[in-house]
């Protein structure tokens, strides 16, 4: 039988209260991977667990999320790489229309490589989609969510990517 200390639960609901509001910086997010929409569309994954009944379709929705924060952390790549272009664009029409002798503005700065994200970089990010997703009543019991997971749970599904 399962038993979930109530007291530590609620505790951490309210820890996670609390950090609803927080910066992606305070979960140690760096710059170059934050998501301009907060995550949303895993954050938006994660919420879909709260409407399955079977833990192997809960473990779904938990690796679609991860699998969103990897397609997002690419699309925010590619955003940053239009706005470059976007911008380098604007700077070649500044610099065309310099009058003789005027030195030239400076180039925008260029985009970094994309790198898909490392598991000391996904980690954080996925820490505050979970927040994001207890708070919005999606998980409101997380450790007992976990404890159900793992305990009924088909082993094979917890010895994949979930």
Not at 60 to 73: D, L, M, P
Not at 83 to 98: F, I, N
Request: glycine share 2%; with cysteine.
């Amino acid at each position: 039988m399962l038993r979930t200390d109530q007291e530590e639960e609620a505790h951490l609901v309210r820890f996670i209260q609390t950090l609803r509001f927080e910066h992606q910086s305070y979960f140690g997010i760096e710059e170059k991977n934050r998501s301009n929409t907060n995550w949303h569309s895993a954050v938006y994954e994660l919420t879909q667990m709260s409407r399955e009944m079977l833990p192997s379709r809960q473990l779904a929705a938990i690796t679609t999320a991860a699998h969103q924060v990897h397609h997002e952390h690419q699309q925010n790549h590619e955003r940053m790489v239009r706005e470059y272009e976007q911008d380098m664009l604007e700077y070649a029409e500044v610099c065309e229309r310099l009058q003789e002798g005027e030195p030239p503005p400076s180039p925008p700065p260029p985009v970094p490589k994309w790198v898909p994200l490392a598991a000391d970089d996904f980690l954080p990010i996925f820490i505050f989609v979970v927040v994001q997703c207890c708070t919005q009543a999606a998980m409101p019991a997380p450790m007992r969510t976990r404890d159900l997971l793992w305990a009924l749970a088909d082993d094979s599904h917890l010895q994949s990517e979930a």
